[in-house]
Nanobody
Framework: QLQLVESGGGLVQPGGSLRLSCAAS????????IGWFRQAPGKEREGVSY????????NYAGSVTGRFTISRDNDKNTVYLQMSSLKPEDTAKYYC???????????????????WGQGTQVTVSS
C-alpha cells in the first residue's frame, strides 16, 4: 500500500522557519516525482516545490524561491521542505504528493499526482 505521511507543521512567527517531512511507504521516492503543494482557505491548491526522484532536479514556485528548499533522504525514504523567512501569506495546509512519469513544468498540475498525504497545517502569525 502506497502511503505518504506529512509532519512538521505548526505555528511560527513571521521570519521564522519550519521543516516539513514527507515519509513514504510502499514505494521508493527516488523513482517518483515529488511535489509539495499548499492550500489556504478559499484558495486553490498550488504547487510550491518539486523534486524529480531519478535525477534530483528541483523547481520552486516564484513566491518561495530563495526561502524554501526541497531535499530528500533516500535511506529514510523521506522528502523534506525546509521553509525559512516565513510570511503570513505562507499560511496554508501543506501536502506532499507523488507521481510517476516525466518531469517538467507541463507536469506540475495537482491533478496529475496520484498519491497524496493527509497534509500538515502551517500557520505564520505573530
Amino acid at each position: 500500500q502506497l502511503q505518504l505521511v506529512e509532519s512538521g507543521g505548526g505555528l511560527v512567527q513571521p521570519g521564522g522557519s519550519l521543516r516539513l517531512s514527507c515519509a513514504a511507504s510502499g514505494f521508493a521516492l527516488d523513482n517518483y516525482v515529488i511535489g509539495w503543494f499548499r492550500q489556504a482557505p478559499g484558495k486553490e491548491r498550488e504547487g510550491v516545490s518539486y523534486l524529480n526522484g531519478p535525477d534530483g532536479r528541483t523547481n520552486y514556485a516564484g513566491s518561495v524561491t530563495g526561502r524554501f528548499t526541497i531535499s530528500r533522504d533516500n535511506d529514510k525514504n523521506t522528502v523534506y521542505l525546509q521553509m525559512s523567512s516565513l510570511k503570513p501569506e505562507d499560511t496554508a495546509k501543506y501536502y506532499c504528493a507523488a507521481r510517476s512519469g516525466p518531469y517538467g513544468p507541463h507536469y506540475y498540475a495537482p491533478k496529475l499526482f496520484g498519491y497524496w498525504g493527509q497534509g500538515t497545517q502551517v500557520t505564520v502569525s505573530s
